[in-house]
């Protein structure tokens, strides 16, 4: 594995516990033949549906690993909210 693949399986762990608190929310994430942004779905597990993607541009994925989380879980709380399943 590249240090980019760790990078995203950790990225996806991480939003993967945050979800948790969510039922019935699941985190998807979106290979586009290794093409920028990093993208991530968040969808609804019963009935099967999309809620939202989250991107990361280059920039964001070279932050450093706190600072990139931050931002994975403010745009995954920020698609909740704008689809109404932050409750």
């Not at 990078?7 to 608190?21: K, R």
């Not at 969808?43 to 964001?60: K, M, N, S, V, W």
Request: hydrophobic share 40%.
């Amino acid at each position: 594995m590249t240090t980019l693949e760790i990078a995203i399986d950790a990225d996806t762990e991480a939003l993967h516990a945050v979800a948790e608190s969510f039922p019935n929310i699941d985190i998807v994430y979106k290979e586009v033949a290794n093409a920028l942004p990093y993208r991530w779905e968040v969808q609804l597990i019963e009935p099967r549906q999309y809620l939202g993607t989250i991107a990361l541009t280059a920039a964001q994925i070279c932050q450093p690993d706190t600072e990139r989380r931050v931002t994975l879980r403010r745009e995954f709380l920020r698609i909740l909210r704008e689809t109404g399943h932050d409750r």
